[in-house]
Protein backbone atom coordinates (compact mmCIF):
# COMPACT_ATOMS: atom_id res chain seq x y z
CA UNK A 1 0.00 0.00 0.00
CA UNK A 2 1.41 3.32 -1.18
CA UNK A 3 1.94 5.63 2.02
CA UNK A 4 -0.54 8.27 1.99
CA UNK A 5 1.74 11.91 1.81
CA UNK A 6 1.43 14.16 4.58
CA UNK A 7 2.38 17.35 6.17
CA UNK A 8 1.54 19.08 8.92
CA UNK A 9 0.39 22.97 8.54
CA UNK A 10 1.71 24.69 12.39
CA UNK A 11 3.83 23.44 14.56
CA UNK A 12 3.27 25.27 17.63
CA UNK A 13 2.43 23.37 20.96
CA UNK A 14 0.06 20.94 19.52
CA UNK A 15 1.05 20.82 15.73
CA UNK A 16 4.06 19.33 16.77
CA UNK A 17 2.49 16.25 18.24
CA UNK A 18 0.61 15.70 14.87
CA UNK A 19 4.22 15.77 13.33
CA UNK A 20 5.55 13.45 15.23
CA UNK A 21 2.53 10.45 15.46
CA UNK A 22 2.30 11.04 11.57
CA UNK A 23 6.28 10.46 11.46
CA UNK A 24 5.50 7.60 13.10
CA UNK A 25 2.54 5.63 11.15
CA UNK A 26 4.28 3.31 8.67
CA UNK A 27 1.46 3.97 6.21
CA UNK A 28 1.66 7.58 6.38
CA UNK A 29 4.89 9.55 4.75
CA UNK A 30 5.63 13.16 6.51
CA UNK A 31 6.62 15.25 3.37
CA UNK A 32 6.96 18.51 5.65
CA UNK A 33 5.51 20.80 7.87
CA UNK A 34 5.03 24.59 7.91
CA UNK A 35 4.95 27.65 10.20
CA UNK A 36 5.81 31.35 9.53
CA UNK A 37 8.11 30.87 12.54
CA UNK A 38 10.95 29.71 10.74
CA UNK A 39 12.99 28.75 13.85
CA UNK A 40 9.98 26.66 14.94
CA UNK A 41 9.29 24.77 11.31
CA UNK A 42 13.17 23.92 10.86
CA UNK A 43 13.32 22.59 14.92
CA UNK A 44 10.14 20.21 14.00
CA UNK A 45 11.25 19.69 10.28
CA UNK A 46 14.52 17.67 12.05
CA UNK A 47 12.76 15.48 14.48
CA UNK A 48 10.66 14.41 12.43
CA UNK A 49 13.00 14.24 9.80
CA UNK A 50 11.10 15.59 6.76
CA UNK A 51 11.41 19.29 4.82
CA UNK A 52 10.91 22.29 6.96
CA UNK A 53 8.71 25.22 5.24
CA UNK A 54 7.48 28.78 6.13
CA UNK A 55 4.75 29.39 3.82
CA UNK A 56 2.33 26.42 3.44
CA UNK A 57 0.70 27.34 0.25
CA UNK A 58 4.40 25.81 -1.49
CA UNK A 59 2.72 22.29 -0.45
CA UNK A 60 -0.13 22.86 -2.08
CA UNK A 61 -0.62 19.72 -4.90
CA UNK A 62 2.54 18.03 -3.24
CA UNK A 63 0.54 15.96 -0.38
CA UNK A 64 -2.45 13.93 -0.19
CA UNK A 65 -3.40 15.06 3.51
CA UNK A 66 -3.07 17.60 5.95
CA UNK A 67 -3.42 18.77 9.59
CA UNK A 68 -4.09 22.10 10.34
CA UNK A 69 -2.96 23.49 13.83
CA UNK A 70 -2.94 26.94 12.48
CA UNK A 71 -4.65 29.62 15.27
CA UNK A 72 -8.11 29.54 14.64
CA UNK A 73 -8.57 32.79 12.56
CA UNK A 74 -6.98 31.08 9.72
CA UNK A 75 -8.03 27.80 10.03
CA UNK A 76 -10.93 28.63 6.64
CA UNK A 77 -7.74 30.30 4.63
CA UNK A 78 -6.02 27.43 4.87
CA UNK A 79 -8.63 24.54 5.04
CA UNK A 80 -10.19 26.23 1.75
CA UNK A 81 -6.47 26.32 0.05
CA UNK A 82 -6.26 22.73 0.49
CA UNK A 83 -9.38 21.28 0.10
CA UNK A 84 -9.88 23.18 -3.16
CA UNK A 85 -6.94 20.66 -4.42
CA UNK A 86 -8.72 17.52 -2.90
CA UNK A 87 -6.07 17.54 -0.54
CA UNK A 88 -7.85 15.65 2.64
CA UNK A 89 -7.95 17.73 6.07
CA UNK A 90 -7.80 17.30 9.26
CA UNK A 91 -8.46 20.95 11.22
CA UNK A 92 -8.33 21.37 15.01
CA UNK A 93 -11.02 22.47 16.52
CA UNK A 94 -13.21 24.82 16.60
CA UNK A 95 -13.63 24.20 12.57
CA UNK A 96 -13.62 27.89 11.89
CA UNK A 97 -14.23 31.56 13.31
CA UNK A 98 -17.81 31.51 11.90
CA UNK A 99 -20.53 29.13 10.79
CA UNK A 100 -20.80 30.88 7.69
CA UNK A 101 -17.42 29.74 6.80
CA UNK A 102 -17.50 26.30 8.50
CA UNK A 103 -20.28 25.60 5.51
CA UNK A 104 -18.17 27.00 3.20
CA UNK A 105 -15.60 24.63 4.01
CA UNK A 106 -17.83 21.73 4.20
CA UNK A 107 -19.46 22.31 0.48
CA UNK A 108 -15.81 22.60 -0.72
CA UNK A 109 -15.03 19.43 0.84
CA UNK A 110 -18.20 17.71 -0.96
CA UNK A 111 -17.27 19.32 -4.56
CA UNK A 112 -14.11 18.06 -4.41
CA UNK A 113 -14.72 14.57 -3.08
CA UNK A 114 -12.13 15.56 -0.32
CA UNK A 115 -12.44 13.94 3.59
CA UNK A 116 -12.87 17.02 6.02
CA UNK A 117 -11.92 16.13 9.99
CA UNK A 118 -12.36 17.99 12.97
CA UNK A 119 -10.46 17.62 15.61
CA UNK A 120 -12.00 16.95 18.17
CA UNK A 121 -9.77 15.21 20.53
CA UNK A 122 -12.07 14.23 23.23
CA UNK A 123 -14.42 11.66 20.87
CA UNK A 124 -11.60 9.83 20.80
CA UNK A 125 -11.08 9.07 24.71
CA UNK A 126 -11.70 5.35 25.79
CA UNK A 127 -13.84 5.89 27.94
CA UNK A 128 -15.94 7.19 25.75
CA UNK A 129 -15.06 5.30 22.46
CA UNK A 130 -16.26 2.43 25.57
CA UNK A 131 -19.17 3.87 26.32
CA UNK A 132 -19.90 4.50 22.43
CA UNK A 133 -20.62 0.99 22.45
CA UNK A 134 -23.59 1.21 24.51
CA UNK A 135 -27.12 2.02 24.37
CA UNK A 136 -27.15 5.70 25.60
CA UNK A 137 -30.61 7.52 25.89
CA UNK A 138 -29.82 10.87 27.73
CA UNK A 139 -32.98 12.48 29.88
CA UNK A 140 -30.73 15.03 31.73
CA UNK A 141 -26.56 15.74 31.08
CA UNK A 142 -24.43 17.61 33.50
CA UNK A 143 -20.53 18.02 32.34
CA UNK A 144 -17.57 19.88 33.83
CA UNK A 145 -14.30 20.90 32.38
CA UNK A 146 -12.12 22.93 34.33
CA UNK A 147 -8.78 23.78 33.76
CA UNK A 148 -6.16 26.62 34.96
CA UNK A 149 -4.98 29.66 33.23
CA UNK A 150 -2.96 29.01 29.95
CA UNK A 151 -2.02 32.18 28.34
CA UNK A 152 -1.78 30.55 25.32
CA UNK A 153 -5.11 29.49 24.78
CA UNK A 154 -6.62 33.49 24.77
CA UNK A 155 -6.77 34.01 20.96
CA UNK A 156 -10.56 32.24 21.46
CA UNK A 157 -13.33 32.08 24.32
CA UNK A 158 -13.76 29.24 26.98
CA UNK A 159 -16.69 28.75 25.25
CA UNK A 160 -14.93 28.04 21.89
CA UNK A 161 -11.52 26.92 23.74
CA UNK A 162 -12.81 23.91 26.34
CA UNK A 163 -16.56 23.91 25.81
CA UNK A 164 -16.75 22.73 22.42
CA UNK A 165 -15.59 19.56 23.51
CA UNK A 166 -18.69 19.20 25.90
CA UNK A 167 -20.71 20.43 23.60
CA UNK A 168 -19.64 18.14 20.68
CA UNK A 169 -19.81 15.44 22.47
CA UNK A 170 -23.43 16.15 23.86
CA UNK A 171 -25.09 16.75 20.31
CA UNK A 172 -23.64 13.08 18.82
CA UNK A 173 -25.34 11.46 22.31
CA UNK A 174 -28.88 13.42 22.09
CA UNK A 175 -28.82 13.25 18.26
CA UNK A 176 -31.75 16.01 18.51
CA UNK A 177 -32.31 19.65 17.06
CA UNK A 178 -31.62 22.48 20.03
CA UNK A 179 -34.89 23.75 21.15
CA UNK A 180 -33.36 26.88 23.39
CA UNK A 181 -30.17 28.04 24.68
CA UNK A 182 -29.50 30.44 28.46
CA UNK A 183 -26.30 30.67 29.42
CA UNK A 184 -23.85 33.37 31.17
CA UNK A 185 -20.23 33.97 32.17
CA UNK A 186 -17.47 35.65 33.34
CA UNK A 187 -14.10 37.47 32.09
CA UNK A 188 -11.49 36.92 34.89
CA UNK A 189 -8.42 36.92 33.83
CA UNK A 190 -8.36 37.83 29.89
CA UNK A 191 -10.30 39.96 27.42
CA UNK A 192 -12.86 37.06 26.54
CA UNK A 193 -14.86 34.97 28.13
CA UNK A 194 -12.74 32.97 31.05
CA UNK A 195 -16.02 31.19 32.64
CA UNK A 196 -19.46 30.19 31.41
CA UNK A 197 -22.18 28.00 32.05
CA UNK A 198 -24.78 26.80 29.72
CA UNK A 199 -27.89 25.55 29.79
CA UNK A 200 -28.96 23.88 26.49
CA UNK A 201 -32.73 22.29 25.96
CA UNK A 202 -33.43 19.84 23.10
CA UNK A 203 -36.57 19.46 20.87
CA UNK A 204 -36.60 15.76 22.50
CA UNK A 205 -36.17 16.91 25.82
CA UNK A 206 -33.33 15.92 26.76
CA UNK A 207 -31.68 19.27 28.85
CA UNK A 208 -27.38 19.38 29.12
CA UNK A 209 -26.04 21.73 31.74
CA UNK A 210 -22.81 22.51 30.54
CA UNK A 211 -19.70 24.67 32.60
CA UNK A 212 -16.14 25.45 31.61
CA UNK A 213 -13.50 27.30 32.85
CA UNK A 214 -9.98 28.00 32.23
CA UNK A 215 -9.85 30.09 35.30
CA UNK A 216 -9.85 27.42 37.90
CA UNK A 217 -7.20 25.95 40.37
CA UNK A 218 -7.54 22.46 39.52
CA UNK A 219 -7.81 20.34 36.06
CA UNK A 220 -11.87 17.98 35.71
CA UNK A 221 -13.20 16.86 32.81
CA UNK A 222 -16.65 14.78 33.72
CA UNK A 223 -19.86 14.20 32.42
CA UNK A 224 -22.58 12.86 34.53
CA UNK A 225 -25.53 11.65 31.86
CA UNK A 226 -28.91 10.61 33.38
CA UNK A 227 -31.24 8.51 31.55
CA UNK A 228 -34.40 6.01 32.39
CA UNK A 229 -33.21 3.12 34.94
CA UNK A 230 -29.89 4.28 34.70
CA UNK A 231 -26.73 7.05 35.52
CA UNK A 232 -23.36 7.19 33.79
CA UNK A 233 -20.30 9.04 34.88
CA UNK A 234 -17.28 9.69 32.50
CA UNK A 235 -14.30 10.93 33.75
CA UNK A 236 -12.23 11.68 30.60
CA UNK A 237 -9.27 13.32 32.63
CA UNK A 238 -8.60 9.66 34.48
CA UNK A 239 -10.24 7.76 32.00
CA UNK A 240 -12.84 6.33 34.25
CA UNK A 241 -16.43 5.16 33.13
CA UNK A 242 -19.13 4.03 35.97
CA UNK A 243 -22.52 2.44 34.85
CA UNK A 244 -25.07 2.40 37.61
CA UNK A 245 -28.42 0.53 36.53
CA UNK A 246 -31.42 -0.91 38.31
CA UNK A 247 -31.12 -4.28 38.90
CA UNK A 248 -33.74 -7.38 39.06
CA UNK A 249 -33.86 -8.27 42.35
CA UNK A 250 -34.96 -5.90 45.39
CA UNK A 251 -31.79 -4.55 47.97
CA UNK A 252 -35.34 -3.82 50.18
CA UNK A 253 -38.58 -4.84 49.98
CA UNK A 254 -39.91 -2.60 47.49
CA UNK A 255 -36.70 -0.89 46.48
CA UNK A 256 -34.71 -2.29 43.57
CA UNK A 257 -31.07 -2.87 43.79
CA UNK A 258 -28.65 -0.82 41.56
CA UNK A 259 -26.10 -2.89 40.27
CA UNK A 260 -22.44 -0.55 39.65
CA UNK A 261 -20.07 -1.24 36.77
CA UNK A 262 -16.68 0.34 36.99
CA UNK A 263 -14.19 0.57 34.34
CA UNK A 264 -10.82 2.09 34.71
CA UNK A 265 -8.67 2.48 30.88
CA UNK A 266 -5.55 2.37 30.25
CA UNK A 267 -3.57 5.40 29.27
CA UNK A 268 -3.95 6.06 25.45
CA UNK A 269 -3.05 8.27 22.95
CA UNK A 270 -6.02 9.85 21.70
CA UNK A 271 -3.91 11.99 19.30
CA UNK A 272 -2.83 8.93 17.32
CA UNK A 273 -6.08 7.35 17.65
CA UNK A 274 -7.76 10.50 15.62
CA UNK A 275 -4.95 10.43 13.05
CA UNK A 276 -5.18 6.59 12.45
CA UNK A 277 -9.01 7.19 12.09
CA UNK A 278 -8.19 10.26 9.68
CA UNK A 279 -5.65 7.77 7.56
CA UNK A 280 -8.27 5.02 7.68
CA UNK A 281 -11.13 7.48 6.21
CA UNK A 282 -8.67 7.92 3.85
CA UNK A 283 -6.92 4.67 2.73
CA UNK A 284 -9.66 2.38 3.22
CA UNK A 285 -13.06 4.45 3.12
CA UNK A 286 -13.50 3.72 6.86
CA UNK A 287 -16.53 6.33 8.83
CA UNK A 288 -15.20 10.10 9.29
CA UNK A 289 -15.34 9.72 13.45
CA UNK A 290 -15.60 13.85 13.79
CA UNK A 291 -17.03 15.04 10.17
CA UNK A 292 -17.17 18.79 9.00
CA UNK A 293 -20.91 19.01 9.36
CA UNK A 294 -20.58 17.73 12.95
CA UNK A 295 -17.89 20.91 13.44
CA UNK A 296 -20.02 23.04 12.05
CA UNK A 297 -23.29 21.89 14.67
CA UNK A 298 -20.68 21.96 17.38
CA UNK A 299 -19.85 25.98 16.15
CA UNK A 300 -22.92 26.77 16.04
CA UNK A 301 -23.93 25.59 19.11
CA UNK A 302 -20.73 27.35 20.67
CA UNK A 303 -21.37 30.60 18.90
CA UNK A 304 -25.34 30.64 20.27
CA UNK A 305 -24.37 30.25 23.84
CA UNK A 306 -21.59 33.03 23.33
CA UNK A 307 -23.67 35.33 21.87
CA UNK A 308 -26.49 34.43 24.47
CA UNK A 309 -23.72 35.65 27.62
CA UNK A 310 -23.52 39.30 25.31
CA UNK A 311 -27.60 39.67 24.65
CA UNK A 312 -28.35 38.62 28.15
CA UNK A 313 -25.73 40.98 29.44
CA UNK A 314 -24.70 38.17 32.04
CA UNK A 315 -20.80 39.09 31.60
CA UNK A 316 -19.49 40.24 35.01
CA UNK A 317 -17.57 43.64 34.77
CA UNK A 318 -19.79 44.60 31.95
CA UNK A 319 -22.75 46.86 31.83
CA UNK A 320 -25.61 46.28 28.97
Do not use: W
Request: proline share 3%.
Amino acid sequence: MTPTRCAVIGVGYLGKFHAQKYAAFSHADLIAVADTDAEAAARVGADCDCRAVTDYRELLGEVDAVSIAVPTTLHYQVARDFLERGTHVLVEKPITSTVAEAAELNRIAREHDAILQVGHLERFNAALLDLAGQRCAPLFIESHRLAPFKPRATDVNVVLDLMIHDIDIILDMVRSPVKAVAASGAKVLSEALDIANARIEFENGCVANVTSSRVSLKSERKMRIFQKNAYVSVDFQNRGLSIHRLGEREMFPGIPEVTTETSIFEEGDALKTEIAAFLEAITNGGPVIVSGEDGQRALETAIRITEQVRQGAHVLGEDG
